[in-house]
């Protein structure tokens, strides 16, 4: 520890001079603070599965040159509006000479700008000898395999008892893509979590793209979305300060690691004529499930982990099937769609039987019951110069429950955006696919509205401002009865200098847990300098104070390139201090290329976090490590059960590997060659 705080003071001491250029590492740091601090549920593996997406698109940027539509809005930043303004910029400047020219759309504000640059360039297109067609396919085709290993460096005690877990402790995942970027692609992948014997998860698919009236069908491992998420929502995210304005976007093949949210069968898209389009889906799964003594099943489980006997027992246990299909009409900014689902369960869900003494009044009374679950609904978007309106509503048809959501965003100039949200979710609504914003992370019992600002220009400071009010109709986990509460923040950012940019950030929560209401505030100040132009600092200090508990915590990071950006490496030390679990705060740390975690904090302790990261000059070959370790200050052991850890040491070691295999190359000839 005192060698890595001698290190950080080192790095320190370069002198600063440099501007920051935003990077994807930016990017995903931007992305998971707004995960944490928002509150958001969804797992690392489906967060992962969005990076993996985003990045692939980050590593092959859009070229504006060829762009479509549909290509811009898959990045989540950009609205409908903002989607079409750059096309029609592109369409009436053609060629773009520089993405600088993006400055003069009055929708693109600076941040979105920033993002932007990360996901497309601007690039000369010369006439392919292969007419963009399947001839020569076998020679645009890319490959690329990846590997991680994660190694720790303690031990558990479910690894000394009999009874514990059957596996070993390591991590251990593996996965390789093959697509020509056009018309086919083809993925697999398998994963070993820590415990697990042997390879304990896998999958794979099989995609082909626009060919003809066949704009997209996988046989595989898939996930599917359509409208806000309210049905199917597998294609997208957004948070609460998120001015988000694009919808999920249909079906995507699933190369996350994720075990349990995603399709596992087969998935097609017709384009109709008219802006119509025609899309079903297949699919049979067997997940894992806690039974009750008749059968039936109480709970569903997500976590994927067959580590001990008990676990493995449940592997497998209940088969679901679904299909659906949705059919969408799309005219200029105009696009209607109309969803529907069916599920069969090989077994009836039942979370809480009817004889209960506590039926009545559960907070499990309206949830799923039956073998069988059906779902249609209704979305909508539509662009009216600078505002832009859309939602989705949906029934679930064996409950008869109802979710709505509705939202209205305005552009007022190029400064300014305003959005508001309105959602409904009924105690009786269920989707096992749903994905949307909420407060109770489920598209259930729920009603709520969320007013955001973004804004530019004050002073210098960039703002976003975000009000989310809700309310729970029905009582939720330990709760008697029905609860409401309220969500506020402000983020303030600035660069005081070409070389320091400041960002100043407060949340204000109150929701009732246990019948109590508890009032949580989180103040966040953190200061980003540019050292030489290889080099960046960051200083952060955040507070969270809830029902007379302080928590505290302060990092330091660094992070660096050399070698043209062929080696990269990033460090950040943290110290923390909570007294309780509730005061718990969260501090970004780097991360594996291309992967996400989540990093809460309690107790009182330091925590460390090391990166190094090495591409070869062709970019074929990425080589890094990761290594994190933590110490607690207050106690001798930590976790509880099969996870307790005898020592207040908590270390591991994280190795990944990608290799790109040979790409083909074709003859590309210019149009006065062709000429000639």
Not at 166 to 173: E, F, Q, T
Not at 301 to 314: F, I, P, V, W
Not at 457 to 482: C, E, K, N, V
């Amino acid at each position: 520890m005192k060698s890595l705080l001698l290190l950080l003071f080192i790095l320190c001491s370069v002198p600063v001079w440099a501007q920051h250029t935003y990077s994807w590492e930016d990017f995903v740091q931007e992305m998971m603070e707004q995960r944490e601090e928002e509150g958001d549920d969804t797992p690392d593996d489906t967060w992962d599965a969005w990076m993996s997406e985003l990045h692939l698109i980050h590593e092959h940027p859009i070229n504006l040159t060829t762009a479509t539509r549909q290509q811009l809005e898959a990045l989540p930043f950009l609205s409908e509006a903002q989607a079409e303004a750059i096309m029609e910029y592109a369409y009436m400047h053609n060629p773009i000479h520089s993405l600088e020219e993006l400055k003069q759309l009055p929708s693109l504000d600076f941040a979105t700008l920033q993002m932007l640059r990360l996901f497309v360039c601007v690039t000369a297109v010369e006439l392919r000898s292969d007419g963009g067609s399947w001839k020569g396919m076998g020679q645009r085709l890319k490959g690329q395999f990846d590997t991680r290993l994660d190694i720790p460096l303690y031990y558990r005690e479910g690894y000394s008892q009999d009874d514990g877990y059957i596996g070993d402790p390591l991590y251990h995942r593996m996965r390789y893509t093959l697509d020509d970027q056009r018309h086919l692609g083809f993925g697999l992948r398998m994963e070993k979590d820590p415990g697990e014997r042997w390879c304990d998860a896998w999958g794979g698919y099989a995609e082909v793209k626009d060919a003809g009236v066949l704009q997209h069908a996988i046989v595989g491992d898939y996930r599917v979305g359509w409208g806000e998420g309210l049905i199917m929502g597998g294609g997208g995210w957004g948070g609460k300060s998120m001015v988000r304005t694009n919808t999920q976007r249909g079906i995507r093949h699933q190369t996350g690691m994720d075990e349990t949210r995603y399709m596992r069968g087969a998935a097609a898209t017709l384009r109709l004529k008219g802006g119509m389009s025609l899309s079903a889906f297949a699919s049979h799964q067997q997940l894992d499930a806690t039974l009750n003594k008749d059968g039936t099943v109480k709970t569903i489980l997500s976590q994927g982990l067959h580590r001990t006997e008990a676990e493995r027992d449940k592997k497998h246990n209940l088969g679901g099937t679904s299909v659906g299909g949705h059919l969408a009409w799309q005219h200029g900014l105009t696009t209607i769609g109309l969803t529907g689902l069916y599920q069969h369960f090989s077994h009836a869900l039942l979370p809480i039987s009817p004889s209960s003494t506590n039926y009545e009044s559960s907070y499990r009374r309206y949830y799923p019951q039956g073998r069988d679950f059906g779902n249609i609904g209704l979305h909508y978007s539509h662009t009216i110069y600078r505002w832009q309106m859309g939602g989705e509503t949906a029934m679930s048809l064996g409950r008869k429950g109802v979710a709505t959501t509705n939202r209205v965003d305005w552009t007022v100039n190029e400064s300014w955006r305003i959005g508001l949200t309105q959602r409904y979710y009924s105690r009786g609504y269920y989707s096992r696919y749903a994905t949307a914003t909420s407060e109770s992370g489920g598209v259930r019992n729920e009603n709520a509205v969320t007013l955001r600002v973004h804004g530019q220009g004050l002073w210098g400071w960039t703002m976003m401002a975000y009000i989310d009010l809700f309310y729970h109709a029905w009582p939720r986990y330990q709760m008697t009865h029905s609860s409401a509460g309220q969500d506020a923040a402000l983020q303030l950012t600035r660069p005081i200098t070409r070389r320091h940019t400041l960002l100043l950030r407060y949340q204000m929560k109150r929701k009732e847990a246990s019948d109590l209401m508890q009032v949580h505030h989180r103040l966040k100040a953190q200061l980003t300098s540019t050292l030489h132009t290889t080099y960046r600092l960051q200083s952060t200090a955040t507070l969270h104070a809830v029902k007379g508990s302080l928590g505290i915590g302060v990092s330091e990071g660094v992070r660096g390139s050399w070698l043209k950006d062929m080696l990269r490496s990033a460090l950040t030390l943290s110290y923390f201090y909570t007294p309780d679990y509730l005061s718990r705060i969260y501090l970004y740390e780097p991360q594996l290329y291309a992967s996400v975690s989540s990093t809460s904090l309690f107790g009182h302790g330091l925590r460390a976090a090391a990166t190094l990261r090495f591409t070869s000059r062709t970019k074929r070959y990425m080589l890094e490590a990761k290594i994190a370790s933590l110490r607690y200050l207050d106690r001798d052991t930590q976790g509880t059960g099969l996870q307790l850890i005898h020592s207040p040491w908590k270390s591991d070691i994280s190795i990944q590997c990608r290799i790109r295999l040979p790409e083909g190359k074709w003859k590309s000839t210019t149009k006065a060659e062709q000429a000639e």
